[in-house]
């Protein structure tokens, strides 16, 4: 009776030792939690900043593009309130925000009203908080109010120089001959005509092969 106690008081062996370790293993690697979000839009995509309660490796957390619109992040390990998470602020850029917490994992879905091409997770300062940097697709790039306000402005001078490119010819070409009808009548440095009609020539010739016609 005694060696039978002994036995059952022993160090366990085989299956029962493999179950305990997969259990402590399980406790161990899921004391991290995250104890809130944030977003910050930018013109080209999306920051999305993760703060959990203990330091966090970027390799714990996977992301993708699902074709229904909605991009997700998947935390392994990580604990959370789906409720207090659901109350975060978004930004006008996200649709709709869903956090999911199951036993072991937590995943955080974002319908954004762009479609994100890239992705990158990275550490900060803060050894508790990873950045998620979500990238929209450059096709959609040129949509961006950014880049479509330069690109007016941009045709809007092209439109004007085009306006302005005979006169500048013109003038040029008679500041020049003013100038060179003027040479020898006086010093070279007092013929300011001829300075300025070459100046105005040359920098109305680069403009013009700058701005196609």
Known sequence: ???????????PTGPMLLIILIGVCTLSAGTNRLAGIGFDPKQNGLIVE????????????????AGSGWFYFTLYNVEADSAELS??????????????VSTGSTQLGIRLRQPIEQYDIIGSD???TLLANLHYSTERFADLPAVAGYQQRERE????????????????????????????????????ELRTGIVTLVATYILDKLWAR
């Open 1 to 11: 009776m005694a060696r039978a106690e002994l036995q059952m008081v022993g160090p």
């Open 87 to 100: 109350g975060t602020r978004v930004p006008r850029e996200i649709v709709s925000f869903q956090p999911i």
């Open 126 to 128: 803060d050894p508790g």
């Open 157 to 192: 001078f092209s439109s004007l120089f085009a306006r302005a490119r005979s006169w500048l010819y013109v003038t040029g070409a008679g500041l020049t001959m003013t100038g060179l009808m003027k040479t020898g009548a006086g010093p070279a440095k007092d013929n300011w």
């Open 50 to 65: 993760l703060e959990f309660e203990a330091p966090m490796s970027p390799d714990s957390i996977s992301a993708w593009q």
